[in-house]
């Protein structure tokens, strides 16, 4: 491939070259069959200060370029490497308009030549890596990166990225490589000149891929695809039964295989403790504290009891990154430790699967967007390598990710019928141990037909967000933003099959066309009114109105309107649907992709009308239902929300009954060392269940120390906003003097927008990145990687923040928690609890706001320190934790450790000395 290609990496003073935005530094490295043949690197003179966040991400200060030559200095040399070259750049939408508004400046012609993007490039060769950041896929290629955010580095490494992406390009095969060009003209980068010559070569070549099969035109990965349900696992090639017993194993007490690892017993303890619940039939309740290694603790006992008893064990998460974990970390650890094959297997909700025959009738139609485009490239190479058609697998855009849930199965779809489900169930079937998530575990236990094959014995972790993913389940859910973006769908698919000519249908499309403008219509209305009748009924707070109702005590002309309109959106929906019948797949000849996919988009419609007859017009007992409405969003931007008030009868008859051994671990299950609040929840106190707590194995005294400053305003004594006020020069003064990384966490998003609205008035010239959740966009995941690409960075966040996110060593090195996480005093569900609580006699505070504000508690304190080396102070600044008499149940569930009040500038001073 004799092409030459000039892959450029600029650092700059700011993001906007129309802004007045230099470059500081450049670096360039041109590559020729393969190889860097050519390099160039200077810093610049941008003639305009560096802001101090930039100095921070490049080391690069006004001293570094003080001396360096402007940019016009060296155009002429720039210019001349790329002659005749591809501009090659990791996010060209960021390098190019520097480089082309330099070049304008200094008086010469713009780059006018092909350009590539290795991050778009990245996501079609690499389409199943977390993080597309050079940083990432440099580590996942195993690519030396040693001098991140220096231009000359990264330009090297990104040539080294852009050899390994067309090296992965010519390994696929021919089939695939013509789809491909066949898309690459919608892409922003001008890869199909190269698809063109590695076309050209391949096909010199003699066909030689046997890994290959191809189902409707495109290329899969063999095993993936099998219609002879012949097994998919590798045979068994060891001992079915273990060669030795958990007692054995645990008297050996042999060292396990992992790196550096050490003995910690209360992780031995607890594996002792899962065995003897599993094996004499008993239900357990687990506290395993950060650190301890769960995940092992109980993996390892339920792989002995399966095989030995051959019982099959369910284990449940809540996450993808925790089922991940399992697989692909611990895993590989517990097949080394047992000594016996081992089958273990995944099974999710049909809808996490592929549909091989949506996407084959997908693939051909004319794509209106770019998000389409790229994902039907990124699904080619996908399929080339999954073995499970998980659609978890894939990192796709957000733009994509509506797409992709049309792709995958529907809930209504007989699962039996395709491929990657079926093997999936299939290989759950011949499992020891099957690995689920809680919502398909609930769809399991409620459903007529179960598609876990039968268990009796259950593992659920992060079991403190079972009852979360429970309610939500038994709930209803309907808004104006999903209604609408369904119904456009509809309304494209029959504009496409309008355009497409067929007249023999086209009378059918009409009336379908006419009813769904009804539809729409009709359904603008009524959102729009539900919005009038919430903001009426109740003032919005922080911009966002919840406003709680029930069918059986509203009234008014505005509700009777709102239900009149419930009902003519039920039988306008109903009549599409006959209108739309002749159109659907039972009554076509063939399985086309409109046909097909209006099938699903009309069960869906009907899902939607039955939720919202439910939501506005039926009484349900123990539920609670409620409105959401933004104060300043669009005039029918309307949620409507319903969920069960209490669940524990469902758990216990449902669950507990039903198994005989159900085992709920977490490192938040229990409050002040006792388990009360957690047995009632879930409705096991007549269950008798074995309890225990297993302490983190840290050394809490010599790691962590809390303070919590008596100069703060307590939190009932003041306005939000004066409060808002004083926890944001609180951070200031803790973010100038503490640590490089500071996490803040709040309990609401109100108070997270006001301080960091307060926080931006004086920060302007502070050495530090502030990072705010919903105020920046992006999704977790991309703040928390944003957050540790600087030295001294401030994170704010809410909700997600408060568990889940992993942040050893020098990541973090103080917290905050602005206050204490009680639920907002508007939370519809809290409400409906209390008021059932009180109805019954009892104390809504002492009986549910102080247990769930305390195990939140936990969940934010066991951010900070995640490993034996980690070392970090925490800041609590609502004084609660230490003027109110509750404030010692918050203190009590915490680990031993060193406890300072005083004002804020003492503290800071101990900090300091606490720290070195």
Request: hydrophobic residues 45%.
């Amino acid at each position: 491939m004799a092409m030459r290609f000039v892959i450029v990496d600029l650092e700059t003073t700011g993001n906007g070259p129309k802004k007045g935005d230099r470059i500081i530094q450049l670096g360039m490295a041109v590559v020729e069959e393969g190889l860097i043949v050519e390099r160039f690197a200077s810093f610049f003179n941008p003639e305009q200060p560096i802001p101090p966040f930039v100095q921070q991400l490049t080391n690069i200060d006004e001293q570094t370029v003080e001396g360096a030559p402007l940019f016009a200095d060296k155009a002429s040399e720039i210019t001349a490497m790329m002659e005749g070259a591809y501009f090659v750049a990791h996010n060209i939408d960021f390098d190019l308009p520097f480089l082309q508004a330099e070049l304008e400046r200094a008086g010469w012609p713009p780059f006018a030549g092909p350009a590539i993007d290795t991050v778009e490039l990245a996501r079609i060769v690499l389409p199943t890596v977390e993080s597309y950041k050079l940083g990432d896929l440099a580590k996942r290629l195993g690519l030396r990166h040693d001098r991140p955010h220096q231009a000359d580095s990264d330009a090297e490494v990104t040539a080294k990225l852009f050899v390994a992406l067309l090296d992965r390009l010519r390994r696929l095969p021919l089939l695939t490589l013509k789809q491909l060009r066949r898309l690459a003209r919608h892409l922003k980068s001008d890869i199909y000149s190269l698809l063109d010559a590695v076309i050209a070569e391949k096909q010199q070549e003699a066909p030689t891929d046997r890994t290959v099969a191809v189902y409707r035109g495109i290329a899969l990965k063999k095993p993936a695809f099998k219609r002879d349900g012949a097994k998919l696992e590798p045979d068994d090639d060891g001992q079915r039964l273990p060669s030795a017993s958990f007692a054995a194993f645990y008297e050996q007490a042999p060292p396990l295989p992992l790196p550096g690892y050490k003995r910690r017993e209360g992780q031995w303890d607890m594996m002792q403790l899962v065995y003897e619940a599993l094996s004499t039939s008993q239900h357990a309740l687990i506290e395993a504290g950060t650190g301890l290694g769960k995940s092992l603790a109980y993996f390892i006992p339920a792989a002995f009891f399966a095989c030995e008893r051959q019982e099959r064990v369910v284990i449940s998460t809540y996450t993808l990154q925790l089922q991940e974990q399992l697989i692909r970390r611990d895993l590989p650890v517990l097949k080394q430790i047992v000594p016996f094959t081992l089958r273990v297997a995944v099974l999710k909700g049909k809808q996490n699967y592929l549909s091989l025959d949506k996407f084959a009738s997908f693939l051909p139609e004319p794509s209106d967007t770019y998000d389409a485009v790229l994902l039907k490239c990124q699904l080619l190479v996908w399929l080339l390598e999954t073995e499970t058609g998980d659609l978890d697998e894939l990192n796709v855009s957000s733009g994509a990710r509506l797409l992709l849930s049309a792709l995958a199965i529907g809930e209504e779809e007989d699962g039996g019928r395709h491929h990657f489900f079926a093997q999936a169930k299939q290989r759950a079937e011949q499992a020891d141990m099957v690995i689920t998530n809680h919502a398909f575990l609930l769809h399991d236990l409620t459903a007529s037909t179960p598609l876990l094959p039968a268990f009796r014995h259950l593992i659920i972790d992060e079991a403190h967000r079972l009852e979360d993913v429970a309610a939500r389940y038994f709930g209803d859910r309907i808004d104006y933003v999903s209604f609408r973006l369904l119904t456009a769908k509809m309304a494209q698919t029959f504009t496409k099959w309008m355009e497409a000519g067929q007249s023999e249908g086209k009378d059918i499309l009409a009336r379908c066309q006419q009813q769904l403008e009804k539809l729409q219509f009709e359904g603008d209305e009524l959102f729009r009114l539900l919005r009038r009748y919430a903001l009426a009924r109740k003032p919005a707070r922080a911009g966002r109105c919840r406003c709680r109702f029930s069918p059986a005590d509203e009234g008014g002309r505005m509700w009777q309107a709102a239900i009149e309109l419930c009902w003519r959106l039920r039988d306008l929906a109903a009549a599409l649907l006959a209108e739309a019948k002749p159109l659907l797949p039972a009554a076509m000849t063939d399985d086309t992709t409109p046909s097909a996919s209006l099938a699903a988009d009309l069960a869906t419609l009907n899902q939607q009308m039955d939720a919202l007859v439910r939501l506005l017009t039926e009484a349900e007992p123990e539920t609670v239902r409620w409105i959401e409405a933004d104060e300043k969003g669009a005039a029918n931007a309307v949620r409507l929300y319903s969920q069960p008030v209490d669940l524990a009868d469902f758990f216990a008859d449902r669950l507990f009954i039903k198994k005989r051994s159900v085992i709920l671990t977490s490192a938040t299950l229990a409050v002040r060392g006792r388990f009360a609040y957690m047995l009632s929840r879930f409705g096991l106190d007549d269950f008798y269940p074995l309890c225990r707590s297993f302490p983190a194995p840290f050394r809490y005294k010599e790691q962590v120390a809390l303070f919590v400053p008596a100069d703060m305003p307590l939190v009932s004594a003041v306005p939000l906003g004066a409060y808002a006020e004083a926890a944001a020069a609180a951070v200031l003064a803790i973010a100038r003097h503490v640590g490089r990384r500071v996490l803040v966490l709040f309990p609401s998003y109100e108070l997270l927008k006001m301080t960091a609205e307060a926080l931006k008035t004086e920060e302007a010239d502070e050495p530090f990145v502030l990072i705010a959740q919903g105020v920046q966009s992006g999704s977790p995941a991309k703040l928390l990687r944003t957050f540790l690409q600087f030295d001294h960075a401030v994170l704010f966040g809410t909700s997600s923040f408060w568990e889940g996110i992993d942040l050893p060593g020098s990541a973090l090195d103080a917290l905050i928690i602005a206050r204490l996480p009680f639920a907002p005093p508007d939370d519809p569900v809290m409400e409906a609890k209390s008021e059932r609580i009180r109805a019954g006699g009892g104390d809504p505070f002492y009986e549910l706001s102080l247990p769930e504000a305390v195990l939140r508690f936990k969940q934010g304190f066991g951010r900070l320190i995640r490993t034996e080396h980690d070392k970090g102070v925490v800041f609590v600044l609502d004084r609660r934790l230490t003027a109110a008499s509750y404030g010692a149940d918050f203190l009590a569930s915490l680990p031993p450790l060193s406890v300072y009040e005083g004002t804020l500038s003492e503290l800071l001073s101990i900090a300091d000395a606490w720290l070195s």
